[in-house]
């Protein structure tokens, strides 16, 4: 493997893990999360990536790794496959569809947090 991407030293700490002090200060890995489900429902399962870091022992530059990626791309996969299936019921009457991609969108956003289609009564 090459050495650090910042200064090129050879010097380097693998598998260093990140450690959150969570509620009661519960030592737990700093991880991503992945939300598998639609966006509108109070349940919302997730995947959860813990970080790695390799920290260079010269300059101290840390580069972060998920240990699952795969697993973050399937939950990415299968969200998108429930989304597209079963599209969520209408949160308030204030929340706008998508006309392109269906999403229902925040009252405040002009355009939609998906396609970017901008949103059909906002004057543009
Ligand atoms: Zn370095
Ligand atoms: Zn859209």
């Excluded at 997730?46 to 240990?67: D, I, K």
């Amino acid at each position: 493997m090459a050495g650090c991407s910042k200064c090129g030293s050879n010097v380097l700490i693998h598998h260093a893990r990140i450690i959150d002090h969570g509620a009661h200060n519960w030592e737990q890995d700093l991880s991503v999360k992945v939300y598998t489900a639609p966006f509108g429902l109070l349940f919302r399962g997730g995947v959860s990536g813990p970080l790695e870091a390799t920290v260079c022992g010269a300059c101290g530059f840390t580069e972060l790794y998920v240990l699952n990626p795969r697993e973050l791309v399937k939950a990415v996969e299968e969200s998108e496959k429930v989304r597209r299936e079963q599209p969520p019921r209408e949160p308030g009457p204030w929340y706008w569809r998508c006309s392109n991609c269906h999403r229902m969108n925040a009252p405040s956003s002009k355009s939609c947090m998906d396609c970017s289609t901008s949103r059909p009564d906002s004057g543009s």
